[in-house]
């Protein structure tokens, strides 16, 4: 059986930017972009690279969604470069950091438009707020079941066969589609680099543009994006920076103070 | 009367994971001048029952043969019904697998809101706010929920447990209805690590990095773990290469972990594993550079190559263990 697969991505500031270069703005509660890069979400890969291998074994068509600001395209071009069949950018003109269910009602109601899909795949939790919501809400928008931390998918006679991670093993289920599932890292589901052919080709490929008023939405509430919750504050927490550097006349000396030191912290506990 | 409910799992028992979500429950529930109302889904032993009767109001059993083991819709289905039934302003959950997948689709048949790995709770002119840690662990944020109930999972382990009263709570049954076919059928559950504690409860984590160069040396780490009755961890770099179990990755893409006590060694603290570690209260580093990341968490460490450092901290531990 080969799927209809709709990957949602999201555009996020790379999360591997030091923390020395790190800077928040107080008042709109939202990060300094300053130099660093904008990346797709590490999980959203992970998903896009198990919807591209779960295509190449049992045919099938993805299409990757975005909801985000003009940069978001770029997201998409690079899913594309990987090899998507198609994308649709839902230009995001209101809060750029939406709460989680008005992202969900977003992507529900673009899902809803795009109409013909057997499996729905978010990654996990994205690499800046760390929310981990929009596959369970975009499950209940949709009115979809849903299971969550998936990293493996094959296709079977009426749905398809999840493996997915818990906290001591794992857990395989057969489900029917349509689904929903969040998808997690896993050796086998690294991100594949696009071609530099595909990267060039990917710019010229077609994107769909859609804007909150083609979805039919609440845009005013989407726009807003804090129904749901509200950030009341963001700000970078003063750590203990002074490190005791252990110090002694000897390596003996100084590990001996290093073991100490660990046994008043443990023996304390 | 108002109420938090708090929802544990049977299977899990009433480990340090339950004990923090009673703990947060129990000083919410004052703050909102609420009764705690443990739900316990499946058929909890007796040593449960009785812990949990001790620290709640209130205790509810879900023990349908349906639940007898976890299932994402099923479970729902159960806890939609049983926090209907009570009104709740605010259902707490710890942050395992489990409850991550269900926070959410709870939060949204009961109209309510749900935030994520919670590290404090406060009410604040009525509202529920939480603090939470955010980009990688490089900022704070304090977020209100705009909706009734506050559906909130835990970094559990940051919580203190509560305190257990003379009286024991009445236990009731829950009266559900669920359904006999669901869309997802589990076929197979796998317990890999049963024999050893959750990386998220340990009290003290000792951790190795690339810095280490191979397999080798996790087996000297492993002895400065067993002296300390800690548990083992490593970096992304040392995961990927396949030295140590992918189960062992602390960071943004693996476990996120806030022992009383960290101990780095041959890790540089990149971004990534900062994200995983960074709320440990107390991080002690061995590395072999001093302008290591890593360092500027630490309340204490040692500038020194960990070959000539591990040997000699086994021993010195030992005798002062003894």
Request: aromatic fraction near 4%.
């Amino acid at each position: 059986m080969a799927l209809n697969i709709i990957v949602c991505v999201k555009q996020i500031l790379d999360p591997e930017i030091p923390s020395r270069d790190f800077r928040v703005d107080n008042e709109k509660h939202e990060a300094v972009r300053g130099s660093a890069n904008l990346v797709t979400n590490i999980f959203c890969e992970n998903a896009l690279e198990t919807a591209l291998q779960l295509k190449e074994k049992s045919g099938g068509k993805i299409t990757a969604v975005t909801y985000g600001a003009e940069s978001a395209e770029d997201s998409l071009r690079k899913a594309l470069a990987m090899k998507t069949d198609a994308a649709v950018h839902i230009l995001n003109d209101g809060n750029l950091h939406p709460d989680a269910l008005s992202v969900a009602k977003v992507l529900a109601a673009a899902i809803r438009k795009i109409g013909d899909y057997d499996l729905i795949m978010v990654g996990r939790e994205s690499g800046d707020w760390g929310v981990g919501q929009t596959g369970g809400l975009l499950a209940e928008e949709l009115g979809l079941p849903s299971v969550s931390f998936v990293d493996t998918i094959e296709v079977s006679d009426d749905g398809v066969n999840l493996k997915r991670q818990t906290d001591v093993g794992f857990d395989r289920f057969a489900a029917k589609t349509p689904l929903v599932v969040t998808i997690t890292n896993d050796d086998h589901n690294v991100p594949r680099i696009p071609k530099t052919r595909d990267i060039m080709m990917s710019s010229r490929q077609p994107l769909a543009k859609w804007t909150l008023a083609d979805l039919g939405v609440n845009t005013d509430e989407i726009r807003a994006g804090n129904g749901y919750y509200e950030v009341v504050e963001l700000f970078i927490p003063v750590k203990e920076t002074n490190c005791e550097f252990v110090d002694g006349d000897t390596l003996e000396d100084k590990v001996d103070k290093l073991a100490q030191r660990i046994i008043e912290v443990t023996g304390a506990m | 009367m108002n109420q938090v409910i708090i929802i544990l799992f049977a299977q899990a028992g009433y480990d340090r994971a339950a004990q923090g979500v009673a703990g947060a429950g129990r000083r919410l529930a004052g703050e909102l001048g609420a009764q705690l109302h443990a739900v316990v889904t499946g058929s909890p032993d007796e040593a449960m029952q009785s812990a949990v009767a001790a620290v709640a109001d209130a205790v509810t059993v879900a023990d349908d043969v349906a639940l007898a083991s976890y299932h994402p819709e099923l479970y729902l289905q159960a806890l939609t019904q049983i926090c209907q039934a009570h009104q709740p302003q605010a259902v707490l959950l710890s942050n395992d697998f489990y409850s991550q997948e269900l926070a959410p689709r709870l939060a949204h048949r009961l109209g309510g809101s749900a935030v994520a790995d919670g590290l404090a709770l406060h009410v604040h002119n009525g509202a529920i706010r939480v603090n939470r840690s955010v980009y990688g662990g490089k900022a704070m944020a304090t977020i209100e929920l705009k909706r009734s109930p506050a559906v909130i999972w835990l970094r559990s382990r940051a919580f203190d447990p509560a305190p257990a009263s003379e009286t024991s709570a009445t236990i009731n049954q829950a009266t559900l209805d669920l359904s006999s076919e669901t869309p997802t059928r589990l076929t197979e559950r796998k317990v890999e690590a049963s024999e050893e504690a959750r990386l998220e409860d340990a009290k003290i984590i000792v951790s190795g990095g690339r810095g280490l160069g191979g397999p080798e040396p996790f087996k000297e780490l492993q002895k400065i773990a067993d002296i300390l009755g800690a548990q083992m961890a490593a970096s992304r770099a040392a995961c990927d290469s396949g030295w140590v179990p992918p189960s062992w990755q602390v960071g943004q893409t693996g476990k996120k972990v806030a022992p009383g006590l960290y101990v780095a060694i041959a890790i540089s603290g990149a971004s990534q594993h900062l994200a995983g570690m960074s709320d440990s209260k107390c991080v002690a580093a061995i590395n072999i550079d001093k302008d290591a990341p890593i360092f500027k968490h630490c309340r204490f460490g040692i500038v020194e190559d960990y070959r000539k450092v591990v040997p000699l901290l086994i021993e010195r531990l030992a005798a002062l263990k003894a």
